[in-house]
């Protein structure tokens, strides 16, 4: 991996507590709020400018602008949620960018897992531990501007989003330089 230890260690010890919020979150309400994302933004402004080289650091918020762009283009669709857009972007700052196929491979499978884990909670008993959670929802018509129109069984993604970029840094912490 490339990226260095160290800064997967300093970004992991703040980055974990706010994907855990997150996904109680968005698991609870299906929603990512601003406060979540700016927290995320400010751990990798102030760990960042001091653990990486000013042009990788100054790169890293173009991964940012692209995953944004990408990203409004489908929530413009109504494929993913605006919430869902704000935190991919962010989450984009925390890669190293010669990781990027490694991370490909880290985000489907963070992606699978989450997908998969929600749907056996959804049709099992289990979700009877919170009842009351959105994310059990099948769908959301009286809400035409949701993922999908509101005709359609969503699923929070940031919940595999912040397993793809913790998991990501936890193997930076114990495979990186």
Same mark, same amino acid.
């Given at each position: 991996m490339?990226?260095p230890?160290?800064?997967?260690a300093?970004?992991?010890?703040f ?6 919020y997150t996904?109680?979150?968005?698991? %609870?309400? %299906?929603? =990512?709020? !601003?406060?979540?994302?700016w927290?995320?933004f400010?751990?990798?402004v102030? =760990?960042? @400018? ?7 650091y100054?790169?890293r918020?173009a991964?940012?602008?692209?995953v944004?762009a990408? &990203?409004f283009l489908f929530w413009? *669709?109504?494929?993913v949620?605006? #919430?869902?857009?704000k935190f *991919?972007a962010?989450?984009?700052?925390? @890669?190293?960018q #010669? ?10 499978a *963070?992606?699978?897992? *989450?997908?998969?884990t ?8 289990? %979700?009877k ?7 059990? %929802?099948?769908r959301d018509?009286? !809400?035409?501007?949701?993922?999908? &129109? &509101?005709k ?5 993604? #940031?919940?595999g989003? &912040?397993?793809?970029?913790c998991?990501y840094l936890v ?7």
């Amino acid at each position: 991996m490339h990226i260095p230890a160290f800064q997967a260690a300093l970004f992991a010890i703040f980055v974990i507590p706010i994907w855990l919020y997150t996904f109680y979150v968005d698991m %609870k309400l %299906k929603k =990512i709020s !601003n406060l979540t994302v700016w927290a995320l933004f400010a751990v990798f402004v102030v =760990i960042g @400018i001091f653990t990486m080289p000013l042009m990788e650091y100054l790169w890293r918020f173009a991964h940012y602008g692209v995953v944004f762009a990408v &990203g409004f283009l489908f929530w413009m *669709a109504r494929q993913v949620g605006a #919430g869902d857009v704000k935190f *991919a972007a962010v989450a984009a700052l925390f @890669i190293h960018q #010669g990781d990027l196929r490694l991370m490909m491979f880290i985000g489907i499978a *963070a992606m699978l897992a *989450a997908t998969v884990t929600t749907l056996l909670v959804t049709f099992s008993p289990l %979700k009877k531990m919170a009842p009351h959670w959105a994310t059990w %929802k099948m769908r959301d018509p009286d !809400n035409p501007d949701s993922v999908g &129109g &509101g005709k359609q069984f969503t699923l929070p993604m #940031g919940t595999g989003l &912040g397993l793809m970029v913790c998991a990501y840094l936890v193997m930076g912490v114990a495979f990186g330089q």
